[in-house]
């Protein structure tokens, strides 16, 4: 289902509801969430709903962020990522299905849309915190790094193999992920919330 259709029945879902209940907006605010602030906005029929749909989002953003996190060097995509090169791991469902949106994305964009582009940020630091500007060697090695294939997956098994050591990062595609996991968990298990 795209994001779009999704919201769209979201909507449907959220007038059917409030015609049923009159909802009410709460509002929490959770520091060091996925590597960011959330700000979670819960229309419920009650305090007690809209507290249990913060519990149901917190709980769905941990599991993911067990999934996808690359800070944590315990997290599955951590684990992938630090495999030697030629190493081939099974994966989850959500991590395999982030990788191909990866993929998808990266070929639309014609490789501008970058799991890799980790690589250039880690230089970009590197340069602000040494005050130095790297050489063109250096630059076109992170480059290249960076643009070359990071991994091969197989539908089939729903395996990945690893194909490069560039550093790279999930954080522009798997948050999105996480928002329409948690969005899809609190609407599928708490009837009476309406958004």
Known sequence: MTASVRYGVFFAQAVAAHSTCVA???????????????????SAESQATADRAKLVALQEIERLGSIFSHYDSGTEFAKFRDLPIGSTASLSPELFECLCRFDDWSKLSNGAFNAGAEELIGLSQDAENTNLVPDSKRLTASVKKATSAHGSLNSEQQTATRRSDAAVSLKALAKRIILDAVCDEVLSNLKNVTG
């Open 24 to 42: 009410d907006d709460f509002s929490y605010f959770h520091a060091n969430v996925i590597g960011t602030s959330l700000k979670l906005r819960v």
